[in-house]
C-alpha cells in the first residue's frame, strides 16, 4: 500500500486516545469512523473531541470552520463491520491481551485485505497480539502520546513479522498528520519513550528516598536543567556537545551508583497503598485539593501548546 492509497481511517475506542486520534485525522481531511462498544462510550468519545477542538481553537492552531468539518468528517458507530473500508485500522481499546486479540480475530475477517492494523498498546506485545492472524506483515504497534491531539511523537513497533513496508507507509502518514514517528525494532516492554521516561522516574525516586534532594527540587532540576535542553538535543546530541571523554569519565564512576531497582519503590508503593495516586484522587506527591488539581491540569495544557506552537513555527 502506497500512502496515496490511504483514504480512510478506522478507530476502535472512543476513549481517551481514540478520540484523540481521530480528531488529529479528521483535521488532516481524512475520512474516519469509530466504533466503540456502546452509544454511551461514543457520547462520551464526541465530548472529549468537543473538548480537545475548543482548547485547539482558543490556541489558534485551527479556526472554527476546521473544527466543525473535522467532526462532519467522523462516523461515529456501534457496529465494527463499519470498519470494512478503512485503509488503516488503529484500535486503542482496553488494555489486554485476550479483549484485543478477539477484537483483531472478528475485524481481519470483515477488513480489507489491503489494510493496516494497527495497536496503540502501552506495552503489550506486538507479536503476541497478532499471532492467531492470518497476515501479520501489516500488523504493526502505533503507539501514541496522552494528549494525542497535543503530543507529536508516534512510535511504531515492530512485531517479529511485521514487514517493513508496513512501517513505512506508516512513517510517511504519520508525517502527513503532522506528528513525529520513531521505529523500535524490538517489540520490548516501553519501546523508546516510557524506557526512557522510567529510567528518570526510578533516579528522582531513589534521589527522594535516600534523602538527597526534595520532590520539589528535582522537578525544578529537571525542568531547569536536563528538561530544558531536552526539547532540542536529545541525550546522545547532549553527549557529543559535551565531550564523550567527560561522559565517558562521568558513566565510569556514576553509573555504579544509580537506582538499578527492579520493584516499585517504598515512597511509590506507600503512595499507591495510602491512595494517594495524584491528581485523580486529590494527593499524590504534591496537594490538589481545593481545584488545585484544575489549576495543575491547566497550566500542563497551557505550556504544552507553546511548546507545540514553536514546534510548528521552526
Ligand atoms: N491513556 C493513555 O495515556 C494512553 C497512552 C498511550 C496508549 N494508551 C493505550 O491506548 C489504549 C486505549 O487507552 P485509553 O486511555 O484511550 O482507554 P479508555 O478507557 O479511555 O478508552 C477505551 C475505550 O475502548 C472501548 N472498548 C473496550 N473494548 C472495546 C472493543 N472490544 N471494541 C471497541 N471498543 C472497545 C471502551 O468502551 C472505551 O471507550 C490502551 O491500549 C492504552 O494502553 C493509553
Redesign the pocket.
Known amino acids: 500500500m502506497n500512502l496515496e492509497d490511504i483514504k480512510k481511517i478506522g478507530i476502535?475506542?472512543?476513549?481517551?486516545?481514540?478520540?484523540?486520534i481521530a480528531l488529529i485525522f479528521a483535521l488532516k481531511r481524512y475520512e474516519v469512523v469509530i466504533?466503540?462498544?456502546?452509544r454511551?462510550?461514543?457520547e462520551?468519545?464526541k465530548k472529549n473531541i468537543s473538548i480537545y477542538n475548543s482548547s485547539l481553537i482558543e490556541e489558534n492552531i485551527i479556526t472554527e470552520s476546521e473544527a466543525k468539518d473535522a467532526v462532519k468528517r467522523i462516523f461515529f458507530t456501534t457496529d465494527?463491520k463499519a470498519l470494512y473500508d478503512a485503509d488503516v485500522i488503529i484500535?486503542?481499546?482496553?488494555?489486554?491481551m485476550s479483549?484485543?486479540k478477539?477484537?483483531w480475530k472478528e475485524v481481519e475477517e470483515i477488513a480489507k485485505e489491503s489494510a493496516i492494523f494497527a495497536?496503540?498498546?502501552?506495552?503489550?506485545s506486538i507479536t503476541e497480539m497478532c499471532r492467531e492472524l492470518k497476515k501479520k506483515d501489516r500488523f504493526i504497534g502505533m503507539?501514541?502520546?496522552?494528549?494525542?491531539h497535543i503530543v507529536p511523537l508516534i512510535e511504531l513497533i515492530k512485531g517479529v513479522e511485521t514487514a517493513d513496508e508496513t512501517v513505512q507507509v506508516l512513517a510517511k502518514l504519520i508525517e502527513k498528520i503532522g506528528k513525529q514517528s520513531v521505529v523500535v525494532f524490538k517489540d520490548v516492554n516501553g519501546f523508546i519513550g516510557n524506557r526512557i521516561q522510567f529510567a528518570v522516574f526510578r533516579e528522582a525516586l531513589k534521589i527522594v528516598e535516600d534523602g538527597i534532594a526534595t520532590v520539589e527540587d528535582v522537578d525544578k532540576a529537571m525542568k531547569f536543567g536536563p528538561g530544558f535542553r531536552y526539547p532540542v538535543l536529545g541525550p546522545f546530541e547532549t553527549a557529543d556537545l559535551g565531550g564523550l571523554d567527560t561522559f565517558y569519565y562521568i558513566a565510569s564512576y556514576l553509573f555504579k551508583e544509580l537506582s538499578s531497582a527492579k520493584e516499585p519503590t517504598s515512597m511509590l508503593q506507600e503512595l499507591v497503598n495510602n491512595k494517594n495516586i495524584g491528581v485523580k484522587s486529590g494527593k499524590g506527591f504534591y496537594d490538589y485539593s481545593d481545584s488545585k488539581d484544575e489549576s495543575a491540569m491547566k497550566h500542563r495544557d497551557k505550556n504544552l501548546f507553546k511548546m507545540l506552537k514553536h514546534i510548528h513555527s521552526v
Open positions: 476502535a475506542g472512543a476513549g481517551t486516545m481514540g478520540s484523540g466504533t466503540d462498544i456502546s454511551k462510550y461514543l462520551s468519545g465494527k484500535e486503542a481499546i482496553i488494555e489486554k479483549i484485543k478477539i477484537f495497536t496503540n498498546t502501552s506495552g503489550l503507539h501514541w502520546w496522552n494528549p494525542p
